[in-house]
């Protein structure tokens, strides 16, 4: 019996039995399952076989892309080897400029110009691809403490050292000389292009302007580019697609300067100006708007003699070198050349004076009036610039308030009111060029009181030879 049950213990025997059959059973049913599962139709085999493959495939393609991806982007750091490519946009030479080569292979190297830099980054000339070498640069080597560094071609601004070492920066003796410059880039050009994220028309002007300039062109041009850093992005674009394209017949190289420390360099003269000149004006905050007057001072190197200042809203109908060649025309004080204004501008901005001086030529219409002049288009003798003291005098805030004060004058219109005021007492420090080679489109104040004189301030007859689209004009499609 079982213990504390009063039942025999025989009684649960049968229990077990019946237990262990049903263990057996499911064992057995469970090897038979697995039998079963192991004995596959030989077609189900083929389709994973078929499978595996796929997968073996797909793995071995993803390798293959994933190494043609590094490959890739190895080339495209290392630089290209095709003449229609520039992208070596890794690789910073500090103060060097980048180099277009026409219908060759280049050496392309792009930089970023800014006062107070001048130290390279350890980038030996060993690493440079093995292309056409950039053309020798006519300053010489220094640091920032005025001592010779090795030959790198480096290309140095006066801002990059200390003033006391100014003077070293000279062309070397090895240069080639002509009458526009040194080297063999001796034309150079200044251009402004700012805030094209926020004014995208700025970047269509600027790429219209520069593809006039590049394929009339029968010599090489060094641009200088002010800019911020969105509008740095653009021009490089815009340069890239022009040498794709091929549309320069000559050489071009540029460098980049950076507005905010162009802004920096020039508070003083700007705030000084704004405030005699421009009656602080909000439009003309920026020191781009006055950078022409004190650029020889300030900004470029003592090797750049001749330098074309021009706005963005430009199209060239003729070659560039024949603009070059109005330097040759200056005579005695002439230390810029720059186009009458040809809008009654100055007519309105000189009404008080010319109200108390009955019978003054001052705000008359050419060719015998003191018209005033317009800045989109300038010719800056830097040598002249620097030599002329009567120019430096009204660089003076007292003098220029004198000045000021006698023509009852407020500017809005940066530059061109300082060169405006000062020719009225001093005409010879000007080359008027001719209306052609700043044909201005604007027709904004005929409709302002002056439709019956307008036509004496608007007239050009003959060829042009720029067009500028000033207040957004559109530029006549003439060939």
Known sequence: MRRGTGE???KSRPQLNKEKEDKTDKNMQFVNNSRTRRSRPKS??????????????????????????????????TGPTNSKEIHMNDRFFPNEPISFVHGDHMDVIHIDHKVGQGKAHGIQENQLPKVQQLPPNPALHLNNQGQRLPNQNQFISINDVPGNQIQKIQQPQNAAKDSTGTGEYPYHVIQSLTNTDKRPYLKTRFEECMISILEKSSVNLHFFFVVDTPSKQAILGIMQDITNKKIARSKVQFNFLDIDELAKELAPMVSMLQQHVSGGHPYYKDAIFFLSIAIHQHVMPEYVHRLVMLDTD??????????????????????????????????????????????????????????????????????????????????????????????????HLGDQDFFSLLSLEHPDLFHVLPCSWNRQLCVWWRDKGYIDIFDQYFSCPGKIDIFHGNCNTPIPKTP
């Open 8 to 10: 025999p213990a025989n």
């Open 44 to 77: 189900h085999d083929n389709n994973l076989l078929v499978n595996v493959l796929r997968w073996k495939l797909l793995r071995i393609l993803i390798l293959l892309i994933v190494v043609f991806m590094i490959f890739y982007g190895i080339f495209v750091h």
């Open 314 to 411: 430009l199209i060239f109908k003729t070659d560039i070198k024949q603009l070059f060649a109005r330097f040759d025309l200056f005579k005695g004080n002439n230390v810029i050349g720059i186009a009458h204004e040809q809008q009654p501008v100055y007519r309105h901005l000189f009404s008080l004076y010319r109200s108390q001086n009955r019978g003054t030529l001052v705000g008359d219409p050419p060719p015998n009036g003191l018209t005033g002049f317009n800045s989109g288009v300038l010719l800056l003798d830097l040598d002249r610039m620097r030599r002329n003291t009567l120019y430096h005098t009204y660089l003076d805030g007292t003098n220029l308030k004198l000045l000021t004060e006698k023509y009852h004058f407020k500017g």
